[in-house]
Every structure is written in structure tokens, then in C-alpha cells.
């Protein structure tokens, strides 16, 4: 009976921890609110845990709204925490980053930061 007990209550301090895991946004490349020259080719973006391409999206638009990426998402080699997403040949100027991911626990998260290509 106690050993029923134990496990019960340590299943029940197991659940919130699990239920609280979600992909979230820990490094960018180029980094949130940088300034970078020259511009990059790709995107890069690195979560706190493995995401699923397959139902994640990831847009870069310029500050005209015109998208900039090149739809071509994938997670890099190896490695399912870090997306890659190449983009379009990008003149000086602000860029927007809009991120919805789904970790491959199946939570979702989303957000969004800005870049700028330095002449």
C-alpha cells in the first residue's frame, strides 16, 4: 500500500512539469533586434526543446510586408531543437520573424521579433 502511495504522489508531481513543457524561443540567428551586415541566407533558430516541422510555420517579411523566406523550413541536421529556414537575397532595412511552432510533445507556442539588414 505504500509503495502504491509513493508512486501516486510522485506521478502526481510528475504531471505539472510535463504539462508545462513547451517549445520555446532561445537563441536566434540573427539574433532578436540585431543589426546585422551583411544579410544573412538563413534563418536560424534554436527552442528549448525538439519541434515538428511538419506543423510548425515560420515567416520573414519586410517592412512592406512582402515575405522574404523561402517556405523551405526544416529542422537541422541531427538536431530537432533548431529550425532552418533559408531565405531570400535581403536589401538593408527591418524584417519581421513571425514563429508558430508545435513541439514534438505536441504543445504549441508562438511569437514573433525584428532584425535589421545594416547597409
Do not use: C
Not at 48 to 77: C, I, K, W, Y
Amino acid at each position: 500500500m505504500r509503495i502504491r502511495l509513493a508512486l501516486i504522489a510522485l506521478l502526481a508531481m510528475a504531471a505539472p512539469q510535463a504539462a508545462s513543457a513547451h517549445a520555446m524561443l532561445m537563441k536566434a540567428e540573427p539574433a532578436v533586434g540585431a543589426s546585422v551586415s551583411p544579410a544573412p541566407a538563413q534563418l536560424i533558430l534554436h527552442y528549448s526543446e525538439g519541434v515538428e516541422p511538419r506543423f510548425t510555420t515560420v515567416v520573414v517579411h519586410d517592412a512592406a510586408g512582402v515575405r522574404m523566406d523561402s517556405d523551405n523550413l526544416q529542422t537541422a541536421p541531427g538536431d530537432p531543437k533548431t529550425l532552418v529556414l533559408g531565405l531570400q537575397p535581403l536589401k538593408p532595412g527591418d524584417y519581421r520573424v513571425d514563429w508558430h511552432v508545435t513541439s514534438v510533445d505536441t504543445h504549441k507556442t508562438q511569437g514573433h521579433f525584428s532584425f535589421t539588414v545594416a547597409p
